[in-house]
């Protein structure tokens, strides 16, 4: 059996900053906040999704938290994915619940890093200056700031980073959103924990930020949108040639592609 494990904002659904405005109409809108529009898909991913999610397993895989996953209505409604993977894989969902032993076995790697409240002490203590506008938890397992990006320096930047990854925490910058986010709580080891308990044999994966990149490089065949933050740090995984919300669309092309190819040689060989 094969999978497409995925990652969802800015890599298949988009704000309206991505979207080029002479293909808006070819859009649906999926998400809405408070009385405002957040999220769109293309009309030909949203097709193809949905070929796909009955042929094989559609994963999302996102660093949202559950309540944010289930705001997006299309996978409340027109596509319902079996398995989901929320907070940077610290959930796994299925049928919208949380898979407990995925949780347990988290809980105990959890024990090898700096712990929640210590890291946002020290974290409080090391920054400077007012370019951090909040500082939010999410799930319980890890944080993220709103920033102001053209307040802080490069250099101030650089030291906290430094000094996350030698707590055991992954930083990762995506536009006014600054994460911190322990390693166990990782995208892949929830794929991977769910490609064995499901025997799932092939996994294409697709992501954009610097907390995709175990996804795209460990899945057996991975994409990153041709604007995704991760290409600065490894510039060498497989990238789409389109730019924006048009990479969805050619990344789901090539899945689809490469199933029926699968297909035909099975049928080939058989």
Not at 77 to 84: K, L, M, V
Not at 97 to 104: A, E, I, M, Q
Not at 199 to 215: H, N, P, R
Not at 238 to 258: F, R, V
Request: proline share 4%.
């Amino acid at each position: 059996m094969r999978a497409f494990a995925s990652d969802l904002d800015r890599t298949l659904i988009y704000s309206h900053r991505m979207i080029d405005p002479s293909t808006a109409t070819d859009v649906h809108l999926i998400e809405t906040l408070d009385g405002k529009d957040i999220s769109y898909i293309s009309s030909y991913s949203l097709k193809a999704l949905q070929q796909l999610n009955n042929e094989i397993y559609f994963i999302p895989v996102t660093t949202r938290t559950i309540e944010q996953y289930q705001r997006i209505t299309l996978f409340q409604t027109a596509i319902q994915p079996e398995y989901a993977i929320t907070s940077n894989g610290g959930h796994i969902l299925k049928d919208g619940n949380v898979v407990k032993g995925w949780s347990d076995q988290l809980k105990a790697s959890l024990e090898t890093c700096l712990s929640l409240p210590v890291f946002i002490r020290q974290l409080e203590e090391r920054i400077t200056g007012n370019w951090v506008e909040r500082i939010r938890q999410a799930d319980h397992l890890f944080i993220y700031l709103i920033i102001q990006r053209d307040q802080v320096s490069r250099e101030e930047l650089s030291s906290l980073f430094e000094w996350a990854r030698e707590q055991g925490w992954q930083p990762s910058l995506q536009g006014r959103k600054l994460y911190f986010v322990p390693n166990p709580v990782n995208k892949w080891k929830a794929v991977e924990y769910l490609k064995n308990e499901l025997g799932i044999s092939y996994v294409y994966t697709a992501g954009d930020s610097l907390l995709d990149y175990e996804l795209v490089k460990y899945g057996d065949y991975g994409f990153v949108p041709l604007h995704g933050e991760v290409l600065e740090s490894y510039p060498g995984l497989h990238k789409t040639e389109a730019h924006g919300m048009p990479a969805s669309d050619e990344i789901l092309l090539s899945i689809t592609e490469d199933l029926s190819l699968s297909k035909l040689a099975s049928e080939q060989n058989s």
